[in-house]
């Protein structure tokens, strides 16, 4: 029989010795799953940190619990650092209004208009003298903010590109992640296959009750925790079986072939000697 | 002078080049505003003659047509030199005016000149802001 093979190997053995087997791979799937969960956790914080960086989230990712958040952190505190730059260059810019450089275009011509010799209907009025003054030392005052804060500008474009490299690192973390998780999928999957079968064979001797196996984590519940989206496919069949146990299941309605439309307008009569194409 | 020496201009330097430009136009204004008039004395002249040769020909259409033309010309010129010196008389007016107003400012009086400035180093906004607010403002009132 079919049942008889598939448990063969542990009808020879004592019920004890089957119970902790049975024992030790409960432990162990209950570590996989641990360590996905934690997978999941680092990868969503990672995804999370990365829309903080670049503004698509409003909110502070929350980082407890995961597992070396070094430059996690590094990508909050050049965030943070960005922010403030980014807000002081813009009070800078709104207060003054005008670029440095054309502050300084502005102040040359006004210098020579107000200094070199000219001929009198070529020579400003007194009150454009008095304006171009006023405006000359006011120019002066602006072009000292923009050098004052020289040092602002410099440090945004800093603190930007290491914000930037630092996301790409994350990024490019997270793509191992991805591969940390899929080799977790392939060590659990024939250990729950394993501990499936011991808990069947279990199951069906006389006064013995099994422990359940750990209920899996889902995977489309840890790929949204995660911030990733669900195919079309995916999410019917959730809707269907309340989660993605049936999806290979779900059928796919195959589509009729499309019918070619027939024109309603007139056609030319055929040239002598040819046939209509659709007759 | 070079963009960055812009930034070491004080006042005082400025209004003394003010008012040195300003002296240099005072002596060169005058001699200008002679001329000046001189050339709306000979233009009154020849248009006033124009004007005898042209309503002396009353009578005579063909020639009334060429001292009508001739006197044409000489008004338009008078116009042009009464112009010229009402320019240069305006001028010398300025000039006289900003000399004086330039000379009390190099005595150091030119604090409220430098208002705009102060208030931009001391951290409030420039000039153009304020002016693009007051626009802004105007428009919304509107």
Redesign the interface.
């Known amino acids: 029989m079919k049942g008889d093979s598939l448990f063969s190997d542990l009808a020879s053995l004592p019920v004890e010795q089957v119970e902790q087997r049975y024992e030790d791979l409960l432990v162990d799937v209950r570590r996989y799953e641990d360590e996905r969960k934690a997978i999941y956790a680092d990868k969503k914080a990672r995804s999370d940190v990365i829309k903080f960086a670049v503004n698509k989230l409003e909110t502070v990712p929350d980082l407890t619990g995961v597992s070396d958040d070094r430059r996690l952190q590094e990508a909050l505190e050049l965030k943070a650092e960005f922010d403030r730059l980014l807000q002081a260059r813009d009070e800078l810019v709104s207060r003054l209004a005008v670029p440095r450089h054309r502050l300084v275009q502005a102040m040359e011509e006004f210098h020579a208009r107000l200094t070199t010799p000219a001929h009198h209907s070529e020579s400003p009025n007194m009150a454009s003298e008095i304006e171009m003054f006023s405006r000359f030392f006011e120019m002066q005052a602006m072009v000292r903010q923009y050098d004052q804060q020289r040092h602002l500008f410099a440090d945004l474009e800093r603190t930007r590109s290491a914000l930037l490299e630092t996301v790409k690192a994350i990024n490019r973390e997270d793509r191992k992640f991805a591969q940390h998780l899929n080799k977790n999928n392939e060590t659990l999957r024939p250990v729950r296959r394993e501990a499936g079968r011991l808990r069947t064979y279990l199951a069906s001797l006389p006064g013995h009750d099994p422990k359940p196996l750990p209920e899996q984590i889902e995977e489309f519940t840890l790929r949204l925790a995660a911030g990733n989206s669900l195919s079309l496919e995916e999410f019917s069949a959730m809707l269907q079986h309340g989660g993605l146990a049936g999806l290979d299941e779900v059928e796919v309605p195959e589509r009729e072939p499309k019918k070619r439309r027939r024109t309603t307008q007139r056609r030319a009569e055929p040239m002598p000697g040819r046939q209509r194409r659709d007759a | 002078?070079a963009?960055?020496d812009?930034?070491s201009?004080t006042?005082e330097a400025?209004?003394k080049?003010?008012v040195?430009?300003r002296e240099?136009?005072a002596k060169?204004?005058p001699i200008?505003l002679e001329k000046r008039r001189e050339e709306n004395d000979r233009a009154y002249v020849l248009t006033n003659e124009a004007k005898q040769r042209h309503e002396a020909t009353d009578d005579e259409p063909s020639e009334g047509t060429k001292t009508g033309a001739a006197y044409e010309e000489n008004e338009t010129f008078r116009r042009r030199t009464v112009s010229r010196l009402w320019?240069?008389q305006h001028?010398h007016s300025?000039?006289e005016?900003?000399l004086q107003?330039?000379k009390e400012m190099a005595e150091g009086n030119?604090g409220h000149?430098?208002?705009?400035?102060?208030r931009?180093?001391e951290?409030?906004?420039?000039?153009?802001?304020l002016r693009?607010q007051q626009k802004m403002d105007l428009e919304g009132s509107s």
């Open positions: 002078m963009p960055e812009m930034l201009v006042p400025m209004v080049a003010i040195q430009r240099r136009m060169e204004i200008e320019t240069a001028a300025d000039t005016e900003a107003f330039w030119w000149l430098l208002e705009d400035a102060q931009v180093e951290g409030g906004p420039s000039s153009y802001v693009k």
